[in-house]
């Protein structure tokens, strides 16, 4: 991933907090047919040594576990807010008129060799702990335990664990952290105003690494 120093993110923890808040990574790997990509919800664990994996199911008709078995190399790619920049958020506009459009993201990418985890107990671990993830904030968050066994298990039957150890793991934040402030808090204004929620998301995400309060 090309990384300008200026976007490039280091902190771990940071990192690691982005695959949390958005799990749907793009797992790419390559095999006798070439690459294949595909998106998959993962879950983080960490442990008390500092290492972590990745942690995921696929279905297992998905032929990508089985390439993986043989070229276990894998990068998962996971992508944060994200939002179009219009030059006509930037004061420089107004002052000589040399701007064009851009785009404004965050992403992270974690590489490593995968593991084929085909037993049960891996498999309700990571069900179980990615639905509480994703259910633990709703009123009435929905249990593995709540659906009848013998479904439960005929629903394990088809699918395959997958365990990446994170070898190396990489950000990526462009958040107009290369413009003068007159241009980024233009940027921070015009987007807080677009309609529907991504906008604004990425307004607030601005303010935040940019250490200014909202307006």
């Not at 294949?36 to 990745?54: C, H, K, W, Y």
Request: hydrophobic fraction near 40%.
């Amino acid at each position: 991933m090309y990384q300008p120093p200026h976007f490039r993110i280091e902190d771990r923890a940071e990192m690691l907090a982005l695959i949390r808040a958005h799990p749907l990574g793009i797992l790419v790997s390559g095999g006798e047919g070439g690459l294949m990509a595909n998106p998959i919800p993962f879950l983080v664990q960490e442990r008390p040594d500092g290492t972590a994996s990745l942690l995921a199911h696929l279905a297992r008709p998905n032929p990508q576990w089985r390439a993986l078995a043989e070229a276990p190399e894998a990068l998962v790619v996971f992508q944060g807010h994200e939002h179009y920049i219009t030059p006509s958020w930037y004061a420089s506009k107004r002052e000589h008129g040399k701007v064009v459009p851009t785009w404004n993201y965050m992403m992270v990418q974690v590489r490593g060799k995968a593991i084929i985890q085909d037993d049960r107990g891996f498999l309700m671990d990571q069900i179980s702990a990615l639905t509480a993830q994703e259910e633990g904030a709703r009123p009435q968050p929905w249990e593995v335990t709540d659906a009848p066994e013998p479904f439960i298990e005929a629903q394990m039957r088809g699918i395959v664990g997958i365990e990446i150890p994170i070898r190396e793991i990489s950000g990526k934040y462009k958040l107009s952290q290369n413009r003068q402030a007159a241009d980024h808090d233009g940027v921070v204004s015009g987007l807080a105003g677009e309609k529907g929620p991504a906008g604004p998301a990425m307004a607030e995400t601005m303010r935040r690494h940019s250490g200014k309060p909202a307006s």
